[in-house]
């Protein structure tokens, strides 16, 4: 299934070239609002709150009442997951918040389980240069993806795996790497980071694989499947 993503940094819907360049930017909401409806299932990350230079706490209630959106971005605590998830969204996405600089942090991975409940928590995996990174792709760790996903599989009910090294690159993604994660856990298993073609997607999916896409969705290499009218999804 391909996943629409929509980023939001200072009031707008953007789309970044490695988390960095500014390669789109759009303040027209309520377009991308009406172009997504439909789609059982959106990713919203609020970058803001991600960087931890504000929140676009209404865009986020905003959006989440109208699409189906799995929410991340400055996710650190239980207390905000369970804020994000009474935002209206369908599932949070944490990311550095379970990790430390030397690993795994499982009293918080088994913290933000209990207050999001296993099902609604999506832990984000982000890899560049073959190893996990976090505070915003900027810290390596001496840890593997898939040895993240082993790790953590018992405190979250899917994972979301970012190839930072294609992110915004619109050259596709690394399927090995993809295919890395998928071997080491059960959990329900959402891909993104460079993922350009049809055919990608559709490989992916054949492997019970999701595929987030942003940019080659913002330029018009990837359409948007049809829109569904039978409601929200998880």
């Not at 929509?6 to 490695?18: A, E, M, T, Y």
């Not at 959106?69 to 935002?87: D, Q």
């Not at 694989?209 to 290499?221: C, E, H, P, Q, S």
Request: charged share 25%; glycine share 10%; proline share 3%.
């Amino acid at each position: 299934m391909l996943i629409p993503s929509i980023d939001l940094q200072g009031g707008r819907i953007v789309q970044l070239v490695q988390g960095e360049k500014l390669a789109i930017e759009t303040t027209d909401i309520e377009a991308w609002i009406e172009r997504l409806r439909g789609q059982p299932k959106v990713q919203l990350i609020d970058l803001d709150a991600a960087k931890g230079v504000g929140r676009n706490e209404a865009l986020v209630a905003r959006i989440c009442g109208e699409l189906p959106c799995r929410v991340g971005g400055g996710i650190r605590t239980p207390a905000r997951a369970k804020e994000v998830l009474a935002l209206g969204a369908t599932k949070v996405i944490v990311s550095s918040a379970l990790f430390t600089e030397t690993g795994v942090d499982l009293a918080m991975a088994e913290a933000m389980r209990d207050a999001a409940g296993i099902e609604r928590l999506i832990a984000a995996v982000d890899s560049r240069d073959g190893v996990v990174v976090i505070h915003g792709w900027r810290t390596k760790l001496s840890l593997t993806a898939a040895a993240a996903a082993r790790l953590l599989q018992p405190y979250a009910g899917e994972f979301l795996y970012t190839h930072v090294d294609r992110e915004g690159m619109m050259q596709g993604t690394d399927m090995a790497a993809i295919e890395a994660v998928r071997q080491a856990t059960t959990r329900a298993l959402t891909a993104a980071g460079g993922i350009t073609t049809q055919e990608e997607v559709d490989a992916l999916d054949q492997r019970g694989i999701d595929a987030v896409v942003g940019m080659a969705l913002y330029t018009g290499r990837l359409n948007l499947p049809p829109a569904s009218n039978s409601g929200f999804r998880l």
